[in-house]
């Protein structure tokens, strides 16, 4: 499909999608990752998150990275720490490619490990397709938003999810009440600072991720633990 007619049909102007995005969801429509985009989900300092329907009548996520302005320059050791990854080139583009190819290698070593996440389906430059997780074509809102309506299970919930990503090699190293979504059970989402357990960090950033969750959990439930404890059943 050539970009005039995608920017026709969805009308999409180049002040929304850049050049190089509408590239590279032009290669997704074309491989029949998904059939349309429905309604931007979220639009955010980093990315910007679609709903989408794939020709199949299953809705996913379309995650895409902005290029122009973006904050990953400055986060580059979570890039340069983990030895899966190498950046040839360090133009701003390619950084947000990293980070996009990031993403998507830890949601599937998430998903091997049993984490609660979304299924990636995709991806390519700066955009990651992923399964939605919502329901009845909403997206499942994220634990900030909704409070005081947690309940202690969702905490446990979300420890197990961290340990087992932990024993899958990964600490998500970005995890807050931002990146946690609450639907029939907790998922974690947002994948894309994830660094393997050989990062000289990895374990600093685990620290932040479970005193990020104990905090905000700790603000509507009484919770015994100490940060110290979560940290030994996540390692052990
Ligand atoms: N797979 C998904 N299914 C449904 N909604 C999603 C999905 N991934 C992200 N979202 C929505 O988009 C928002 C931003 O996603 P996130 O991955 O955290 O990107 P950002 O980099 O902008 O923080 C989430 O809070 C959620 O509302
Ligand atoms: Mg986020």
Redesign the pocket.
């Known amino acids: 499909m050539s970009e005039e007619k995608i920017k026709e049909r969805w009308k999409i102007e180049d002040r929304v999608f850049d050049r190089r995005s509408l590239l590279a969801l032009s290669k997704i429509l074309k491989k029949g990752i998904i059939e349309h985009i429905d309604f931007p989900?979220?639009?955010?300092?980093?990315?910007?998150?679609y709903?989408a329907t794939t020709p199949e009548g299953e809705?996913?996520?379309v995650?895409m990275?902005r290029i122009e302005t973006t904050d990953f320059v400055q986060r580059l050791e979570y890039i340069e720490g983990d030895p899966r990854f190498h950046l040839v080139k360090r133009t701003q583009a390619e950084i947000v490619y990293a980070f996009t190819k990031k993403?998507f290698k830890n949601l599937h070593l998430a998903i091997k490990a049993g984490v609660d996440?979304?299924q990636p389906l995709f991806a390519v430059k700066n955009i990651v397709v992923?399964?939605?997780?919502?329901k009845d074509g909403f997206?499942?809102?994220?634990l900030y938003k909704v409070g005081k309506e947690v309940i202690e299970e969702d905490f446990h919930n979300i420890i197990e999810n961290v340990k087992r990503l932990y024993e899958g090699g990964l600490v998500h190293s970005d995890l807050s009440e931002?990146?946690i979504?609450l639907g029939d059970k907790p998922?974690l989402?947002?994948?894309?600072q994830g660094v393997a357990l050989e990062h000289p960090k990895a374990h600093e950033f685990l620290q932040r991720d479970l005193s990020n969750v104990l905090e905000f959990f700790k603000r509507y439930l009484s919770i015994d633990y100490t940060l110290d404890e979560l940290y030994k059943e996540v390692i052990e």
């Open positions: 989900i979220s639009t955010g300092k980093e990315a910007n998150v709903r809705f996913a996520a995650k990275y993403e996440t979304a992923m399964s939605f997780l919502g997206p499942y809102p994220p931002y990146n979504l998922y989402i947002d994948f894309a």
